[in-house]
């Protein structure tokens, strides 16, 4: 990774989806880990240089962009994206030993959480009261330090196997598709391109004015550049003035991401750089094997052409 990191924070506390996603990266799952209480706080802590790495939700299949996550970027860490990585989100209903599906009256979760499981409550636990908690993780812990008879609580699987928890119902979610989409960010450190890359942007306009964003988003269509996310933030600064996150496929090495870029540097009050890197994906590693194929044909191709000159 780039940089290496020996310590990375994360939004806590244990057991959350969070965790669940860094541990899928085994260099990442190898440095010391710190639980956050507060996306804001990993941020910081990045920032300040207490950890070489942040690792934070940025966006939800069902539920969009995770604004904290978003809105600290742009306005409050100058801090560079070094990673994606994507989770298939999978929520389970689990109990202290010995709890029967029957035997539960009470649901305890993130309020996100128990919405996405809405068709699972209302046709098997009609009965059962809905609470609120701080998160799904933080819902498994209290139940497993403090087992209630009767309570169940909605949370990934590693919250059951943290606090001693058996799983009641597995994968009770409304939308099998769910994913939430994660950044590791760091302060210093552009990864290298790889042939399958992902680039963030922020655009800060001069102006409110007719077609501006239709001028910035001309750039990237007059490069046959394509767009996987435009997401319109205010600035803070008044009613009606916008920012546009944009995340585009390419990496700032490539010279028709650069061509843009820099030509929306030029126009533009301001254009925010927030990171070139690896992009995830079912596919990604197929993507960049044959990107680096594709790359070695290329050189040879080159190679041999060179041979010949006089």
């Avoid at 709890?99 to 098997?124: I, K, M, N, W």
């Avoid at 059962?128 to 949370?155: F, M, Y």
């Avoid at 009641?168 to 590791?184: C, H, K, S, V, W």
Wanted: net charge negative; glycine share 8%; hydrophobic share 45%.
């Amino acid at each position: 990774m780039t940089p290496a990191a020996t310590s990375v924070a994360f939004l806590g506390p244990l057991g959350t989806f969070t965790e669940e996603a860094l541990l899928t990266q085994p260099d990442y799952a190898a440095a010391v880990l710190e639980p956050r209480a507060t996306i804001g706080e990993v941020l910081d802590a990045v920032g300040r240089g207490d950890v070489g790495l942040g690792f934070v939700p940025i966006e939800n299949a069902i539920d969009g962009v995770v604004r904290d996550t978003l809105d600290a970027l742009i306005f409050d860490v100058d801090l560079l994206v070094q990673r994606e990585v994507v989770l298939d989100v999978r929520l389970h209903l689990m109990a202290p030993p010995g709890t029967h599906l029957d035997d539960v009256r009470r649901v305890v979760s993130y309020p996100v959480a128990l919405g996405q499981c809405r068709r699972f409550l209302s046709e098997r636990l009609p009965g059962a009261h809905a609470v609120a908690a701080t998160s799904t993780a933080d819902a498994a812990r209290t139940l497993g330090e403090q087992p209630e008879p009767g309570t169940a609580a909605i949370a990934p699987r590693l919250a059951a196997d943290l606090y001693g928890l058996d799983i009641l119902a597995e994968d009770i979610e409304d939308f099998p598709g769910n994913q939430t989409r994660f950044l590791a960010v760091a302060r210093h450190g552009v990864p290298a391109p790889t042939g399958h890359d992902r680039t963030s942007i922020v655009c800060f306009q001069d102006a409110d004015r007719p077609g501006s964003l239709h001028g910035i988003l001309g750039e990237f269509a007059a490069r046959n550049i394509n767009l996987t996310r435009l997401e319109s933030r205010p600035t803070k600064q008044g009613l009606g003035e916008y920012c546009f996150a944009i995340d585009l496929s390419g990496h700032v090495a490539d010279e028709v991401v650069a061509a843009c870029l820099r030509d929306l540097y030029a126009r533009l009050t301001r254009v925010k750089f927030l990171g070139s890197y690896p992009a995830a994906g079912a596919h990604a590693a197929t993507l960049r094997q044959e990107a680096d194929d594709a790359w070695r044909r290329a050189d040879e191709w080159l190679a041999g052409l060179r041979s010949q000159i006089d």
